[in-house]
């Protein structure tokens, strides 16, 4: 009986022995699998990242295509276009992943895949490959100024802005596209008090519209949202020697090619122009003809249009001389609201005209714009509604 029990004990002994042996083996065996992937001397195999069978990286390449590019502020570019990501194999889109940073968010914003220029400035844009952040490229972005802002503006793609600002004169040019209408807002102009001048030479009309123009607008928004805008132009009808017979026909006469009259123009809640077919002037006033030159304009001339906001006061100038003025109507809510005038933001205007706007400048210095206040203002009258 005592040897039976010694029998069983050492059948026990031995049986926990080999359990023991077999636990070991097995998390051995558990701990190679689990780090055989990242292990060179176990072979490998790719993984989800960047490594390949032979424990490298399936990055081999990442690069900047070009050192260096130029956005204007208000424009953006697509990253993945600036740079490039080579694999020793193809590769999938979570293995071409990358993150880019900017050295200044202020200049440029990095959101989504897009960079985005904000402010005028130099920054250095760096890529990192996220599978492998040993693979990273770097490019320079350079944002250059704009004298016209984007946001608030009508720009046509087919409008030439290649010439826009240059820093060493201080001023630019830009060309419109004929037939189409436009308004082109100064960057930074937001006040009651501004003065605003460019050089406009005309290249050609839209021969359907009978009355081009081009000028100075003046736009504004109320508290509630509400919209007007006083526009001075240079009123460059064509159709001045039209006739018409007994039945109302028109008798087509020869195109008017030479203007020498300047004009001004409200217009109520952003849409309703003072020359429109049952706008009276208890809702908007103009006048096409209120100041006139002494010297015409004609295609390829150059005529220099200046226009002074002083509150509620307006004075034009032409090629540097006074012509007039123009006064907001404190009954009118022509950025005008609780009796006071409202900011406005000022630029440029086309309609029907191929045109470019040349030398251009701006200002809300108060002493620059005292310069352009006459000493006795000359304040124009309304046509009649």
């Not at 130029?70 to 600036?82: A, F």
């Not at 090619?257 to 208890?282: L, R, Y």
């Not at 220099?304 to 012509?323: E, P, Q, S, T």
Request: negative net charge; hydrophobic residues 35%.
């Amino acid at each position: 009986m005592i040897e039976v029990k010694i029998m069983k004990k050492i059948i026990t002994a031995l049986a926990l022995s080999l359990l023991v042996c077999f636990l070991c083996f097995a998390v051995i065996g558990c701990n190679n699998n689990q780090h055989g992937d990242n292990n060179p001397d176990n072979g490998g195999s790719t993984d989800n990242g960047g490594n390949t069978d032979n424990g490298g990286s399936i990055i081999e390449s990442l690069t900047a295509k070009e050192p260096s590019r130029t956005l204007k502020i208000g424009e953006s570019v697509l990253l993945n276009n600036c740079y490039e990501i080579k694999g020793s194999s193809s590769l999938s889109a979570v293995q071409r992943a990358c993150t880019c940073e900017s050295s200044d968010p202020d200049i440029v914003k990095i959101t989504g895949k897009r960079a985005e220029a904000l402010a005028s400035g130099k920054v250095t844009i760096t890529v990192t490959s996220n599978v492998d952040n040993t693979k990273v490229c770097s490019f320079e972005i350079v944002v250059a100024r704009v004298f016209i802002d984007r946001e608030i503006s009508m720009i046509p793609g087919e409008d030439d802005f290649t010439n826009e600002w240059n820093e060493e004169t201080g001023t630019g040019s830009f060309r419109t596209s004929s037939g189409i209408t436009n308004f082109y807002y100064i960057a930074d102009v937001y006040s009651t008090q501004w003065y605003v001048e460019t050089e406009m030479t005309i290249h050609g009309v839209n021969w359907d519209d009978r009355w081009p123009k081009i000028g100075i607008v003046a736009s504004g928004k109320n508290s509630e949202g509400i919209e007007t805008m006083v526009a001075f132009f240079l009123n460059a009808s064509i159709g001045l020697n039209d006739t018409y017979d007994d039945n109302g026909n028109l008798i087509k006469g020869q195109d008017n090619v030479n203007w020498n009259e300047f004009g001004v123009c409200e217009v109520a809640q952003g849409q309703h122009w003072a020359w429109e077919q049952g706008i009276t002037n208890s809702l908007a006033r103009h006048h096409d003809y209120a100041w006139v030159t002494d010297t015409t304009v004609t295609f390829e001339g150059t005529v220099k249009l200046g226009v002074a906001r002083d509150g509620a006061n307006f004075h034009v100038y032409v090629n540097g001389n006074y012509m007039g003025s123009f006064q907001l109507s404190s009954e009118l809510d022509i950025l005008y609201e609780n009796g006071q005038s409202i900011a406005s933001h000022v630029g440029f205007y086309q309609f029907s005209t191929d045109v470019t706007f040349s030398n251009y400048s701006a200002t809300t210095d108060a002493e620059e714009v005292a310069k352009k206040i006459p000493e006795t203002p000359v304040y124009c009258e309304f046509l009649e509604d």
